[in-house]
């Protein structure tokens, strides 16, 4: 049983700083496509980071130099660490792991991923 939870969410003023967690069960890290989403209530979910099984990482655009993501396969745990918040950042944020690894990139629509935690809600302001 393949299950996503996710924490770390919260209200912060812009440039402030947040570290999303995704505790993962049920399936090895290393051997799945893992994202973080998010999403802003009316549009459709947006990849902001991956990583794919052999360690290789994108961004999208608007969150590159600004949040890392990373995973500790011993914790079994997806993070994402996130600094200069922006209010353009806000949303509820989802992480998200596939066993498909071929095009594993932020730009990966919502639709080819299998898995999904339940989501946090960051909100900067």
């Known amino acids: 049983h393949v299950q996503l939870v996710e924490s770390g969410g919260n209200s912060v003023q812009a440039r402030g700083s947040l570290t999303l967690s995704c505790v993962i069960s049920?399936?090895?890290?290393?051997?799945?496509?893992l994202g973080w989403f998010r999403q802003i209530p009316g549009k459709e979910r947006e990849g902001v980071a991956s990583?794919?099984?052999?360690?290789?990482?994108t961004y999208e655009d608007s969150v590159q130099g600004r949040f890392t993501i990373s995973r500790d396969n011993a914790k079994n745990t997806l993070y994402m660490e996130m600094n200069n918040l922006k209010p353009e950042d806000t949303g509820t944020y989802y992480c998200?792991?596939?066993?498909?690894?071929?095009?594993?990139?932020?730009?990966?629509?919502?639709?080819?991923?299998?898995?999904w935690g339940q989501g946090t809600q960051v909100t900067v302001s």
């Open positions: 990583i794919d099984d052999d360690g290789t990482i």
């Open positions: 998200a792991a596939d066993r498909e690894t071929r095009r594993c990139t932020s730009a990966r629509g919502e639709h080819d991923y299998n898995y």
């Open positions: 049920g399936l090895r890290l290393d051997d799945y496509c």
